[in-house]
């Protein structure tokens, strides 16, 4: 279980089939869409088979508060159709190659579309338009932060984790600009276990 310090930090809990939860944080909304699944091999991980499980990415995501929305089983293709784009966007930004010209397309039109309207409550406190909002304005706000993010200053800055056999992608929006691992409880402590391993089968062969 993850504690309660960490259950308020930015990212996404994630739960392998090895069992470890930890936290992700991609740096971006947009990329948090990233973890419910994939094209292709990611297949595999998907997650978004209902309008319930659209809601609750949107609800365990790092919109705050989270939006009351309406989600049809005709909505959730479409979710997948912007992340499985967002996917391919973002693992070519990763390795510098091309932006998929379709998968443009894909994320501009999503973009155009009215987003999500925000409000200022008498409190003081932010919260969304009243009402339930639809699943193009969700999108749309995930595609124009996707558009801020790879047009931004950390568009330079969008990796792959190092790990081995993990494909998560990341913004590295650190201040040294050195991140290299999805979690450091993950990929980063299993990185330094394998390094303490191979000095120790050095030393004594």
Same mark, same amino acid.
């Given at each position: 279980?993850?504690?309660?310090?960490?259950?308020?930090?930015?990212?996404?809990?994630?739960?392998?089939?090895?069992?470890?939860?930890?936290?992700?944080?991609?740096?971006?909304?947009?990329?948090?869409?990233?973890?419910?699944?994939?094209?292709?091999?990611?297949?595999?991980?998907?997650?978004?088979?209902?309008?319930?499980?659209?809601? @609750?990415? !949107? %609800?365990?995501?790092? /919109?705050? &508060?989270?939006?009351?929305?309406?989600? #049809?089983?005709?909505?959730? +293709?479409?979710?997948?159709?912007?992340?499985?784009?967002?996917?391919?966007?973002?693992?070519?930004?990763?390795?510098?190659?091309?932006?998929?010209?379709?998968?443009?397309?894909?994320?501009? @039109?999503? !973009? %155009?579309?009215?987003? /999500?309207? &925000?409000?200022?409550?008498?409190?003081? #406190?932010?919260?969304?338009? +009243?009402?339930?909002?639809?699943?193009?304005?969700?999108?749309?706000?995930?595609?124009?932060?996707?558009?801020?993010?790879?047009?931004?200053?950390?568009?330079?800055?969008?990796?792959?984790? @190092?790990?081995?056999?993990?494909?998560? /992608?990341?913004?590295?929006?650190?201040?040294?600009?050195?991140?290299?691992?999805?979690?450091?409880?993950?990929?980063?402590?299993?990185?330094?276990?394998?390094?303490?391993?191979?000095?120790?089968?050095?030393?004594?062969?």
């Amino acid at each position: 279980m993850l504690d309660e310090a960490s259950a308020r930090a930015p990212g996404i809990e994630m739960r392998p089939p090895d069992g470890q939860v930890f936290r992700f944080d991609p740096g971006a909304l947009s990329l948090e869409l990233l973890t419910t699944g994939g094209p292709g091999l990611f297949a595999r991980y998907e997650v978004l088979h209902t309008p319930t499980d659209v809601e @609750a990415w !949107a %609800a365990a995501s790092r /919109l705050r &508060p989270a939006p009351e929305l309406t989600v #049809t089983d005709a909505d959730v +293709p479409a979710v997948r159709h912007l992340r499985d784009a967002l996917f391919r966007l973002t693992q070519a930004r990763a390795h510098a190659a091309p932006l998929p010209a379709a998968d443009l397309a894909t994320l501009n @039109a999503a !973009a %155009a579309e009215p987003p /999500l309207a &925000p409000r200022l409550t008498p409190d003081g #406190t932010p919260s969304w338009s +009243p009402g339930p909002a639809t699943t193009a304005q969700l999108l749309s706000t995930v595609a124009r932060d996707a558009v801020d993010l790879f047009s931004g200053p950390y568009a330079h800055r969008i990796r792959e984790c @190092a790990g081995e056999r993990c494909y998560l /992608l990341f913004a590295d929006t650190s201040r040294p600009g050195r991140r290299r691992w999805c979690s450091m409880d993950r990929c980063g402590n299993r990185h330094k276990a394998r390094t303490l391993r191979a000095r120790r089968e050095a030393d004594h062969p």
